[in-house]
């Protein structure tokens, strides 16, 4: 689960930006800080997987960003 949660992040961060269906900016580079601190935010992912078990691993992934981010 943990390797899962990590490449979601991953993927998120780097995505394409999208707005009314045409890509304003292909895919995108990871920024800084998500690489220096990746291993924290999948402990982050990994600790709301244990508090809920259902939950998919976009939204482990999105919700241990946002913590990260502090949104």
């Known amino acids: 689960m943990r390797n899962k949660i990590k490449q979601e992040i ?3 961060e780097t995505a394409p ?4 269906g045409k890509v304003l ?5 990871m920024s800084d800080f998500i690489v220096e601190n ?3 935010i999948t402990d982050l992912g990994m600790e709301l997987y244990e508090k809920n078990p259902n939950a998919t691993v976009y939204q482990l992934a999105y919700n241990s960003l946002k913590l990260a981010y502090g949104n």
């Open 10 to 12: 991953i993927k998120i």
């Open 17 to 20: 930006i999208v707005i009314d």
């Open 25 to 29: 900016k292909g895919k995108q580079r």
């Open 38 to 40: 990746l291993e924290g």
